[in-house]
């Protein structure tokens, strides 16, 4: 289990820079600065110094200005944990990233590191430490002990996984908590995630907008959001007025070697297909590259398009299209609503727009 630290602290974190003026001058001791010392330096109240470090209105601008420069050049910032103790507040969230031993998803995946930056740094702007850890994809249930044992003051869960029933009797239980994925039927939990069935069905229309015919879905739909992503494949067909073919859906989980014989066997039963939707961007480059050891080009002889816009898409060759999610804004709505069930609202869950990122797989010419 990993605890990130949470830079804030009403004590110095390393010593006063000997540029500083009022450290140069002999004024305060470099190891023994006080609250008390940057309001006799800055000629106010130690409570005006408390409220213009945590930001309260109660402080006009400039006198805030003015203590925040004199706190940072002191090296100074507020020790959150003291001030929790102080207020009897918990101000610790609990993200939890559920470990599938089948498809062996790892911290390390670039997607799931994208979204836990985007919490770390909505969690620092929020004045909150996180709290970091993993369960077992089969027992998301366990997620809660964060908050029943006091530690955290709420949950942020990435990902559904197939346990929707333990997540609705984790809600009905009371714990404050969100989850990154898909809303699903008969839903009691809150759930943030980006519209799965629009960028399905985006990345499908633009596969076929490029005159491919028959495009090939992988991805595991028993996962929701993948499911919902699928959903936009067929819708897309549907409006296109060109058949499914069910050869061409592949149920494919997230693990490299699976896909590889994904693709063989495609090839090895001679479906026809001339371009592939994959449900994430690493789905998707181990599809070009397995493709290019069975001797196909990516984009002349199949057109790919994934899912996620991980920072490697644009680098990978060729540059991968692909549904771009908004992570940055994913960051700050789960932890919005997150603290909004803290603060006693009722759980409501919200849908993020995505984006079509089309690069050199998925264009011929």
């Keep these: 289990m990993l ?5 804030v602290t009403i004590s110095p974190i390393s010593p006063i820079s000997p540029t500083s003026a009022a450290a140069a001058a002999g004024e305060i001791p470099a ?30 601008a400039e006198t805030r200005q003015r203590i925040g420069d004199l706190a940072k050049s002191l090296h100074y910032t507020i020790n959150i944990g003291a001030q929790n103790l102080r207020l009897k507040q918990n101000r610790t969230v609990s993200v939890v990233v559920p470990y599938d031993p089948k498809t062996r998803q790892h911290l390390s995946d670039p997607f799931f590191l994208s979204l836990i930056g985007s919490l770390a740094d909505t969690l620092t702007e929020r004045g909150y ?3 970091l850890s993993r369960v077992d994809a089969d027992r998301l249930d366990l997620a809660a002990n964060g908050f029943h044992t006091g530690r955290a003051t709420g949950v942020v869960l990435i990902g559904q996984w ?10 009905v239980r009371g714990v404050p908590f969100v989850v990154w994925g898909a809303q699903m039927p008969h839903q009691v939990y809150a759930t943030v995630g980006g519209d799965n069935v629009g ?9 076929l907008a490029q005159g491919a015919t028959k495009v090939v879905f992988m991805g595991d739909p028993d996962l929701p959001e993948i ?34 014989v994904a693709v063989q066997q495609l090839l090895a039963e001679g479906v026809d297909f001339d371009a592939v939707f994959a449900a994430s961007d690493l789905m998707a480059m181990t599809v ?12 002349e002889d199949c057109l790919v398009v994934g899912y996620d816009d991980i920072a490697l898409a644009a680098q990978s060759h060729p540059p991968l299209s692909t549904v771009s999610q908004p992570i940055d804004v994913a960051g700050r709505a789960l932890i919005d609503e997150l603290l909004s069930q803290v603060s006693g609202a009722r759980a409501t869950s919200h849908q993020l727009p995505t984006e079509l990122v089309p690069r050199q797989s998925s264009q011929r010419g």
């Design 3 to 7: 605890k990130l630290p949470q830079p």
């Design 199 to 207: 960028g399905g069905r985006l990345a499908t229309r633009h596969l």
């Design 288 to 299: 070009i590259s397995s493709l290019r050891k069975a001797g196909r080009s990516v984009p």
């Design 31 to 60: 190891a023994r600065v006080q609250m008390a010392d940057i309001a006799r330096l800055a000629g106010v109240s130690v409570s005006t110094v408390s409220r213009a470090l945590s930001d309260s209105p109660l402080v006009n």
């Design 129 to 131: 430490e996180m709290l």
């Design 227 to 260: 499911g919902q992503r699928r959903q936009g494949y067929r819708l897309a067909h549907e409006e296109a007025g060109i058949a499914l073919q069910p050869q061409r859906q592949r149920q494919v989980p997230f693990v490299a070697e699976a896909i590889e």
């Design 162 to 171: 197939h346990q929707h029933d333990q997540l609705n009797a984790m809600a």
